[in-house]
Each structure stands twice: as structure tokens, then as C-alpha cells.
Nanobody
Framework: QVQLVESGGGSVQAGGSLRLSCAASGNTYSSNCMGWFRQAPGKEREGVARIYTGLGSTYYADSVLGRFTISQDNAKNTVYLQMNNLKPEDTAMYYC???????????????????WGQGTQVTVSS
């Protein structure tokens, strides 16, 4: 079993910044695919960013490229999502995910991730 604890969501105005954190515990490996999905009301879950913690390789959705940065702290088994220049369309529930011991696929799929955090709300007002 793996537990994911997220923090850092909130409400900001367009152009603002937020940083999400996700701490993993339990049966993780030294190398995992970890990342973030988001879901807005009435929309499907969307892969936002992922990192393969073994090498630090990162993957981003086109919609956030250049604005969001995913990073890791292996000592704390934690990943971060720095979100800059936020837009109203970034408003969603953000979920941390982990695929223990796995490489990250180039195209994210919900089914790849068996462990999800409880979600943290990000609201961006115009």
C-alpha cells in the first residue's frame, strides 16, 4: 500500500502562483513515476505533469508547458508542482498519483496509476 498526502491548493487571481506538494509513504521504490492529474467540473481527468524519480525526467501537458514545473525531493519522498502564471482554465481538483517502481509513459493514462491522493482544489479567478 502507498499513501499520498497533498497540500498547497487554494484560490488565486489570474497570473498568480501556487505550489502543490505530495508526500508519498508506504511501499514505494527508489524510482517511481509520480505526478499530477486534474479534473474540472464536467471534464475528464487530465494528466498535468509527471516525473520519473529515478532520473528526474519530466513530462508536461501542452496546456501547462512553460508555466508549471514538477520537481522532487527524494530524501522526503515528495514531489512538488510549481504553478506560475495561473489561468482561470487551470481551475480544477488536482490529484497526486504514483505508479510505484515504474517508468513514466510519454502519454499519461489514468489506468497507469493505482494510487491517488485525496485531491486539492485550485481555483483561479479572472
Amino acid at each position: 500500500q502507498v499513501q499520498l498526502v497533498e497540500s498547497g491548493g487554494g484560490s488565486v487571481q489570474a497570473g498568480g502562483s501556487l505550489r502543490l506538494s505530495c508526500a508519498a509513504s508506504g511501499n514505494t521504490y527508489s524510482s517511481n513515476c509520480m505526478g499530477w492529474f486534474r479534473q474540472a467540473p464536467g471534464k475528464e481527468r487530465e494528466g498535468v505533469a509527471r516525473i520519473y524519480t529515478g532520473l528526474g525526467s519530466t513530462y508536461y501537458a501542452d496546456s501547462v508547458l512553460g508555466r508549471f514545473t514538477i520537481s522532487q525531493d527524494n530524501a522526503k519522498n515528495t514531489v512538488y508542482l510549481q504553478m506560475n502564471n495561473l489561468k482561470p482554465e487551470d481551475t480544477a481538483m488536482y490529484y497526486c498519483v504514483i505508479d510505484p517502481g515504474a517508468y513514466c509513459r510519454v502519454l499519461p493514462a489514468v489506468a497507469d496509476f493505482g494510487y491517488w491522493g485525496q485531491g486539492t482544489q485550485v481555483t483561479v479567478s479572472s
